[in-house]
């Protein structure tokens, strides 16, 4: 368990509740450890096989109705917060975002689309650009790796096509990912031994080098690829090579728009073509903006969106939301948890990781408990009897570090099973994840009787496509059937919208891109994040979300902005108990 055993002193925060009194706290401290300990003792020492099938335990019963009982006699209430915090994009312009601060933004990016969808005279030849004296360059740092010669597709195809009619908008090109893998592969790496990883010399990532020309891009772009050997954290070890020996072979058997032909030469095609539609990209910039007015605008959106979006998601959670009583908090990075540790959140929460963490995607769930709300701690993770509760043959789409799910025992001996989720894009896992822990707590004594919270990114869709996508209501019916509730009740609204995103034409995928016009209609604009609880445990008091950082919601405005680091709003509740007759 990667729990933070730090010692049981509370922390007190203002607003974080009723403070206890001395004589209650100590009483209440010593109800707590002995409820928790007993809760762990079960569960480690096999719960429901120690009790053979028979119904809750009696003893937790009975604690948590005492424990609601006493919660609502002291009229305490419990406040929790959700949050998809997003992983960091590399890419800045990927999104559309909110951009008060300077009207140059939307500027360039209405001039990018005009570009791309109006060309006109713009649309020259390749080899306009990307110049057949960089293709011969190319061409002999190719030969001296050992790799086949691609002139013929130049000569013959590639220079001759138009920028964008006949290479950026080809979708046949997209298919055969021959721009798109090696941007993806070498976009952005992260090198051992710095907190910064080396970047491609390109517009769509955090490359800050000069691009106000092409020959000042070519020349980096060639050394980085040939010439700057990078240390890499590797699967099977530790490897020193330049990014070209990071490209893989693209196979038809997985894309199999690509030829055979093609198959067998996609090391240098790729490489040709990401050279292409870098040199296209910063071209397009240097035509519709100043040098100076699209770097200095990039170089200010990598500082907010990228490099200081740790800091700022951390001040927004411990300025704003540090009077949670329980936060959950999806694709979190391993850093991310270091540096909260490190600081005033460290201090007043139980900050708990998944004992088997996504170090690949560095994408995790994680929850925060207030350490004056829950003084003993996590008890248990039982995320692994959760993903064990599956329905046979059914395939979960999950992936590591999705499911974090604990128990807990709260400052008046509530016993809770509280869980952080991240659902896959299309929000199939959403329900069979739901059902999963139902059953997971049905299946032992031990948990019976503990109170569910559960903090999610369901991906949920106003509109889902049949089969494909999770349909908001459906998922209300499916949760309601578990006698579970939510924060927006029982028939949760459709257009009560936690997601504002859409895709620029600033990246690989331009079958993806959203006109201005068309962020709303053609963006991500969803009801996608919830919080469940039982229904005769607690009432709602009051639920809000936000996209500003300031506990206030802005409709109808595309999110990420400069001072809000999410593509996700954050998603609060306070829950009343309810008392047991």
């Known amino acids: 368990m990667a729990y933070d055993r730090r010692s049981l002193n509370l922390y007190h925060r203002g607003g974080g509740g009723t403070p206890l009194p001395s004589s209650y706290r100590n009483k209440a401290l010593l109800i707590v450890a002995a409820t928790a300990a007993y809760t762990a003792f079960l569960y480690h020492s096999g719960g429901a096989g120690q009790f053979l099938g028979t119904g809750p335990d009696p003893n937790l019963a009975e604690a948590a109705r005492n424990g609601l009982a006493n919660m609502a006699a002291s009229n305490r209430k419990l406040q929790i917060s959700t949050w998809n915090i997003a992983a960091i994009n590399n890419n800045p312009f990927e999104y559309w975002i909110t951009y008060d601060e300077n009207p140059e933004y939307e500027n360039i990016m209405s001039n990018i689309e005009a570009f791309l969808e109006s060309p006109g005279g713009n649309d020259v030849p390749v080899s306009d650009v990307f110049t057949e004296e960089m293709f011969s360059e190319l061409e002999k740092r190719m030969e001296g790796v050992g790799w086949d010669n691609v002139r013929s597709y130049w000569d013959k ?110 090391l240098p095609l790729q490489t040709m073509c990401g050279a292409i539609f870098d040199a296209i990209l910063v071209h397009m910039m240097n035509t519709v903006s100043k040098p100076d007015v699209w770097q200095d605008l990039k170089k200010t959106m990598v500082e907010n969106l990228n490099k200081q979006k740790v800091p700022h998601t951390l001040d927004i959670l411990e300025q704003v939301y540090g009077a949670s009583d329980i936060v959950t908090l999806q694709e979190v990075s391993a850093s991310f948890i270091d540096q909260a540790r490190k600081r005033g959140l460290g201090q007043a929460y139980w900050i708990v990781s998944p004992g088997d963490m996504d170090a690949v995607r560095d994408q995790n769930s994680v929850i925060f408990l207030l350490k004056e709300t829950f003084p003993a701690g996590p008890s248990a993770e039982i995320t692994a009897l959760v993903e064990s509760s599956f329905e046979e043959g059914v395939d979960v789409p999950i992936a590591k570090g999705d499911i974090l799910a604990i128990t807990a025992t709260d400052r008046d001996g509530i016993p809770f099973v509280i869980t952080s989720f991240h659902g896959d894009t299309n929000g199939l896992a959403t329900k069979p994840v739901l059902s999963a822990i139902v059953k997971a707590m049905a299946s032992d004594p031990a948990l019976m009787t503990h109170k569910l919270l559960f903090g999610l990114d369901a991906n949920t869709y106003e509109t889902a496509k049949p089969g494909k996508q999770q349909d908001v209501l459906e998922w209300a019916k499916h949760y309601v059937s578990y006698d579970l509730t939510s924060c927006w009740g029982d028939v949760p609204n459709p257009s009560n919208y936690t997601t504002f995103n859409s895709r620029t034409y600033l990246q690989t995928q331009l079958n993806k891109a959203c006109k201005k016009s068309d962020k709303r209609a053609n963006g991500d604009v969803n009801p996608k994040d919830f919080i469940l609880f039982g229904k005769g445990d607690f009432k709602v008091g009051q639920t809000w979300k936000d996209n500003t950082g300031d506990k206030k919601y802005i409709e109808d405005m595309a999110f990420p902005t400069l001072k809000f680091p999410s593509d996700h709003g954050i998603l609060a509740t306070v829950l009343e108990p309810i008392a047991p007759s």
């Open 157 to 266: 195809d590639f220079s001759k096509r138009k920028i964008v009619s006949g290479f950026m908008k080809d979708p046949l090109l997209g298919s055969k990912r021959l721009a798109s893998m090696p941007d993806r592969i070498t976009n952005t790496i992260n090198v051992v031994g710095s907190n910064e990883p080396v970047c491609r010399p390109t517009v769509i990532n955090m490359y800050d080098g000069d691009l106000s020309n092409l020959k000042l891009w070519w020349a980096a772009w060639e050394k980085f690829m040939f010439d700057t050997p990078l240390t890499i954290e590797m699967k099977d070890g530790t490897f020193t090579d330049p990014p070209y020996k990071l490209l893989q072979p693209i196979k038809k058997s997985k894309y199999p728009e690509i030829t055979t032909e093609e198959e067998k030469v996609s």
